[in-house]
């Protein structure tokens, strides 16, 4: 009996220890073009509510410039940019991963940006920290930079 009971508490541990909300490789991937999918929409449609909406509920956004949390506060930064012409935004991802609840991924991007009276191509780096929130994913960390502008 003390060996059912041992196993049984052996399976009980194991079954804790192994998060629930582990996904997989394609899984993963196919959240991340899901969400990069609608992101790129919702950005080149100047949708500064809906591009803010795909962060979870404590998401931050780490431009050039001042970091900004909050929902409401990262729909202004993208407002904002928005406003000053930025559109075009293109995905090019370099690597997914999966852990656990989130899923980090790095890449490059490129967005057209207003310079000497028309848009240019800027391209830049990204590293994105994605959070499971049922079935897809949400911005927790949406951190960028701009590549040094050749003259």
Excluded: C
């Amino acid at each position: 009996m003390s060996k059912i009971l041992s196993a049984t508490i052996g399976l009980f541990a194991l079954a804790i220890a192994i998060p629930s909300f582990a996904h997989d490789q394609a899984e993963a991937e196919k959240a991340v073009a899901a969400l990069v999918a609608t992101y790129i929409e919702k950005y080149n449609n100047k949708d500064a509510a809906g591009v803010a909406a795909l962060y979870a509920e404590d998401g931050i956004l780490v431009p050039p410039g001042p970091v900004v949390s909050g929902k409401a506060n990262i729909e202004k930064a993208w407002q904002a940019s928005f406003d000053a012409g930025r559109t075009g935004i293109r995905y090019d991802i370099k690597q997914v991963q999966p852990e656990g609840n989130i899923v980090l991924v790095v890449g490059q991007f490129t967005v057209k940006v207003p310079e000497g009276g028309s848009l240019q191509d800027r391209p830049g780096n990204f590293v994105n920290v994605y959070q499971w929130d049922g079935t897809a994913l949400r911005f927790r960390i949406h951190s960028f930079s701009f590549m040094p502008v050749q003259r």
